[in-house]
């Protein structure tokens, strides 16, 4: 069956970094698109960054742009989820998933494109 594992979360002061890791195993992790998503408390789950199969392609919301940097490697079955100058507002719960296509849609933010979810890692930013 299939596995998505996030991991990386955790407690940093407001201009700080982390770097999220997930891990999907259980499917040919290189045919399809992931993406990252985060959910804060009392907000709807919204999406952060989507990645193509091959890692060429990348997209991001408006909020992250410039300061967050997906990548992944096929090799390991692994996407990143680079997070620099953090902010108090990216507190949430950051969720990894598996794509239903190759690459990222116009809609790539609507959860409902992505298949497979982890449980989340957190990440809290203070001021």
């Known amino acids: 069956q299939v596995q998505v594992v996030e991991s990386g979360g955790g407690l940093v002061q407001a201009g700080g970094s982390l770097r999220l890791s997930c891990t999907a195993s259980g499917l040919i992790f290189a045919d399809y698109a992931m993406g990252w998503f985060r959910q804060a408390p009392g907000k709807e789950r919204e999406g952060v960054a989507c990645?193509?199969?091959?890692?060429?392609?990348?997209t991001y919301t408006d909020s992250v742009k410039g300061r967050f940097t997906i990548s992944r490697d096929n090799a390991k079955n692994t996407v990143y989820l680079q997070m620099n100058s953090l902010k108090p507002e990216d507190t949430a719960m950051y969720y990894c998933a598996t794509n239903s296509y190759s690459y990222c849609s116009g809609s790539w933010f609507d959860r409902r494109e992505f298949v497979y979810w982890g449980q989340g890692t957190k990440v809290t930013v203070s001021a």
């Open positions: 990645i193509s199969w091959n890692g060429v392609l990348t």
